[in-house]
C-alpha cells in the first residue's frame, strides 16, 4: 500500500509508446539536434 494521495491516476498506467517507439523517436530528436546545432556552427564561423 502506497502513501495516501501518492496513487497514480488510471488513465496514464498504458504506456504511451512501445520501447521500440520511444528508442526511435529519441535518437530521431537527438540526430535533428546534432545536425542543426553543426550546421548553426559552421555559419557562425563563417
Known amino acids: 500500500m502506497g502513501r ?3 496513487e497514480p491516476g488510471t ?3 498504458k504506456a504511451e509508446y512501445s520501447t ?3 528508442a ?3 535518437i530521431y530528436r537527438f540526430r ?3 545536425h ?3 550546421v548553426f556552427l559552421e555559419n557562425a564561423r563563417g
Do not use: A, I, K, M
Request: aromatic residues 12%.
Open 32 to 34: 535533428n539536434v546534432y
Open 36 to 38: 542543426n546545432s553543426t
Open 11 to 13: 488513465n496514464r498506467l
Open 24 to 26: 526511435t523517436r529519441v
Open 4 to 6: 495516501p494521495g501518492f
Open 20 to 22: 521500440v517507439e520511444l
